[in-house]
């Protein structure tokens, strides 16, 4: 080799080869959104929900769980179908809840509100009928949603006073007499029923002075009248919300529209003003005529026969109520 140097061999040059990408470390999974805590007491839960109620709404169960889910509870939902109520009902109290909560019409609301009595779960009878007048003697005018939200955050249990006409129990407003019947045509009117409306319109016009009512408060002399209407302390503009009775009206109209238009009043408790009216407080009644009474209840009928007990429930069932409403210390 020229000038005794020896070559010098270079490595062949090596191509790099991209590196294998490396695998993403699997990405924690999302927390589920912790549950609300309800009120202190409330953990075990059952719904009475009837969809073809008034202003249930179809998916009222499928909504009910929804708003439920959220919360920290146990909650079994029941459908209500024809006939089954009663089954219904004493399967709720059958599991020991804490709370009824009852999205359906004011017959449905005062049958789980009797059944739970004074010792009984927590009921919480939310908007869901036509009338809803214990709904709304309780929550105001609120939609069920609001009023299940609500109580959940911030409910407080309220002793609800009430009463009882025979067997049958009330726990806004009961009428007894020819109004009722007048009341039964308004609402069929309110369903589009008019051929019904008309038939009961012409029904209570025949019957509205065919016999007066002989009634007794609190063993006093006897009187007459067309009509008795009990109001609940709930309810009651001229009671205190702890009152020790009913508040009595004897309705006295002179003729049939006179009749009509207390009936619409009477169902709104705004009869206090009407000359034809005499108020007073009581905690029992007897009433009787020459046939079957005529009766509303929370704006429901009833079957009554010749004669009528009327009695005060001062401790009838425990709502839960929106903090503020008038609640149990």
Not at 41 to 70: D, Q
Not at 96 to 103: A, E, G, H, S
Not at 280 to 299: C, F, K, M
């Amino acid at each position: 080799m020229e000038g005794g140097k020896t070559p010098v061999r270079r490595k062949p040059a090596t191509k790099k080869t991209p590196e294998a990408a490396k695998p993403e470390a699997p990405k924690p999974e999302a927390e589920a959104p912790a549950r609300r805590r309800a009120i202190d007491g409330i953990r075990k839960v059952e719904v009475i929900a009837n969809p073809l109620s008034g202003s249930v709404g179809p998916n009222a169960c499928e909504e009910a769980t929804a708003i439920l889910e959220a919360w920290d509870l146990e909650v079994n939902v029941q459908r209500c179908e024809a006939g089954k109520l009663s089954e219904i009902i004493a399967n709720a109290l059958a599991n020991k809840p804490d709370l009824i909560i009852v999205i359906a019409g004011d017959g449905t609301a005062r049958a789980v509100a009797e059944a739970a009595g004074p010792d009984g779960p927590l009921v919480a009878p939310l908007p869901g009928g036509t009338m809803n007048m214990l709904p709304f003697a309780i929550y105001g005018q609120t939609t069920w949603p609001e009023a299940l939200e609500g109580i959940l955050a911030d409910g407080v249990e309220k002793r609800i006073s009430g009463g009882t006409v025979d067997k049958h129990s009330f726990y806004v407003a009961a009428i007894l007499g020819s109004p009722a019947l007048w009341a039964r045509a308004r609402e069929a009117a309110r369903h589009g029923k008019f051929w019904l409306a008309f038939q009961r319109a012409r029904r209570a016009a025949e019957q509205a002075f065919s016999g007066r009512l002989r009634f007794s408060l609190d063993g006093a002399a006897r009187q007459k009248s067309e009509a008795l209407t009990f109001m609940c302390p709930l309810v009651s503009k001229a009671l205190d919300n702890d009152a020790n009775g009913l508040e009595a009206a004897a309705l006295d109209p002179t003729g049939a529209l006179d009749v009509f238009r207390l009936a619409v009043a009477a169902a709104a408790g705004q009869w206090r003003a009407d000359p034809s009216v005499n108020v007073t407080l009581v905690r029992q009644a007897y009433a009787w005529a020459g046939g079957p009474i005529p009766a509303i209840l929370d704006g429901e009928s009833v079957r009554v026969g010749r004669t009528a007990l009327v009695r005060f429930k001062p401790n009838a069932f425990r709502a839960l109520v929106p903090r503020g409403e008038g609640a149990d210390a």
